[in-house]
C-alpha cells in the first residue's frame, strides 16, 4: 500500500531524531490530533489521526503525511519512497492507509503495527 520513513534507530533516543523500538503496537483510530486537525489532510477524518499506543519512551507516536526525516518528529510517515531518504505521494498514501484502518476499526477489528527497523 505505502512505504514509510522514520527517524534514525538510535541506541539512546533523541527526541524529535529517533525511530521507535522494533516491536508491534496497537493503533487507536479515535485520537483527534490538537496538532494536526486543522491540516487539510485530517478534515476529511474530523482530526482523527492513527496513534500508536504503548511504545516505550514515546507518547503521541502519529502516522502521517510528510515528506522527509524532518517531518517525522518521532512519527510515521506514509508515502512511496522513489527518491533516497524522502517520501512523495504521501497525502494520497495516507488516505488510501486511512481509508483501510478506518473500515477496519469499524469493522471492531484490532489494528496492529509491526515495526522491524531493519
Known amino acids: 500500500l505505502c512505504n514509510t520513513l522514520e527517524d534514525a534507530v538510535r541506541s539512546e533516543k533523541v527526541y524529535g531524531k529517533t525511530a521507535i523500538p522494533a516491536g508491534t503496537y496497537r493503533v487507536l483510530m479515535n485520537t483527534v490530533s490538537q496538532k494536526?486537525?486543522?491540516r487539510a489532510w485530517a478534515k476529511p477524518y474530523g482530526g482523527i489521526v492513527p496513534r500508536l499506543r504503548n511504545v516505550p519512551d514515546f507518547q503521541g507516536v502519529l502516522?502521517?503525511?510528510?515528506?522527509?526525516?524532518a517531518d517525522t518528529d518521532g512519527c510515521i510517515l506514509v508515502g512511496d519512497n522513489t527518491?533516497?531518504?524522502?517520501?512523495?505521494?504521501?497525502?494520497?498514501?495516507?488516505y488510501q492507509l486511512m481509508g483501510k484502518l478506518l473500515a477496519a476499526a469499524l469493522a471492531g477489528e484490532a489494528i496492529d503495527i509491526t515495526i522491524l527497523n531493519s
Not at 502516522?63 to 526525516?69: E, S, Y
Request: proline letters at 5%.
Open 36 to 38: 494536526f486537525q486543522d
Open 63 to 69: 502516522i502521517h503525511p510528510g515528506n522527509t526525516a
Open 83 to 94: 527518491i533516497k531518504g524522502q517520501l512523495t505521494n504521501s497525502t494520497n498514501r495516507y
